[in-house]
């Protein structure tokens, strides 16, 4: 396989896992992150210490500029066929009426506009009505869309919920054009996207909660992810997969 699969937010939990999944499947993996190099750095070198193709961009999904670059720089590394996004924040827990408006349009530009823009360049490029060769794009998105996540950050659930959507509407916009659309929604995943909201341990904390009794892993997760990317499942599109453990 010479195609590329860019994975936004590849440098650590879900994304690193997904990326080095991807380069498992023989794709050129080009691995998006926001400020940790090193980490990027070192996704990189483990897909080329297998034989694997591997680049890091430098990539804030909140900035269009961002995107463009990185979806420049792939197009230099070869032929886009796959688009994870993944890249994604949470915050601080809090109540609705404790949130500032710059919080939440903080939490939709990454976490909602910054994952259309990547959707749209990866449409242009893999689009058989712009010439492409057809393509594949998984959203990451979270079971906090259906549980709404109260008391914690409804923003974010709210964020995701709004992927669950614009994955099935552009699924079915792109049906005919050699493009599958999905996304997964993770449920309590054993990754440091919990420290970043305050609660390092909340995923283990949790785990009681789940009907399976623990935590999920990233590789977990991307074991779904390329399974989305794969021929294996050539008829799915607009489909939304719960790898939650049952939550």
């Known amino acids: 396989m010479d ?3 860019i994975v936004t937010g590849g440098s650590r939990g879900i994304g690193r896992a997904t990326a080095l999944a991807a380069a498992k499947r ?36 909140g900035v269009e500029a961002d ?8 197009d230099k590394f070869g ?9 994604g924040v949470v915050d601080k827990t809090a109540r609705v009426d404790e949130m500032s408006a710059e919080r939440l349009v903080r939490m939709m530009n990454i ?23 057809g393509g594949v794009i998984v959203n990451i998105s979270s079971v906090a869309a ?24 552009l699924a079915r916009e792109v049906s005919t054009e050699g493009i599958r659309v999905n996304a997964i929604r ?29 935590v999920g892993t990233a590789d977990e997760i991307a074991n779904a992810v390329v399974w989305l990317m794969s021929d294996e ?8 997969f719960d790898v939650s453990g049952g939550r």
């Not at 463009?68 to 720089?73: D, T």
């Not at 449920?187 to 399976?212: F, K, N, Q, W, Y």
Request: aromatic share 4%.
């Open 79 to 87: 032929k886009l066929g796959a688009l994870v996004n993944n890249a």
């Open 186 to 214: 993770p449920g309590l995943i054993d990754t440091d996207i919990h420290a970043s909201g305050g609660e390092p341990d909340r995923a283990h904390r949790l785990a009681h909660m789940v009907p399976m009794k623990r």
């Open 26 to 61: 023989g794709y050129k993996v080009v691995v998006g992150y926001a400020s940790n190099k090193a980490a990027a750095d070192e996704v990189v070198a483990t897909i080329e210490a297998s034989n694997g193709k591997a680049i890091a961009v430098k990539c804030d999904v």
């Open 111 to 133: 976490n909602v506009v910054g994952s259309i823009l990547c959707a749209r360049e990866a449409v242009k490029r893999m689009s058989t009505t712009h010439g492409g060769a």
């Open 67 to 74: 995107i463009l670059h990185l979806f420049k720089e792939a």
């Open 233 to 240: 499942a050539s008829y799915v599109t607009g489909t939304i």
């Open 146 to 169: 259906t549980l709404g996540s109260p008391g914690l950050y409804v923003d974010y659930a709210a964020s995701k919920g709004a992927i669950d959507t614009f994955t099935v509407g």
């Open 3 to 5: 195609s590329v699969a």
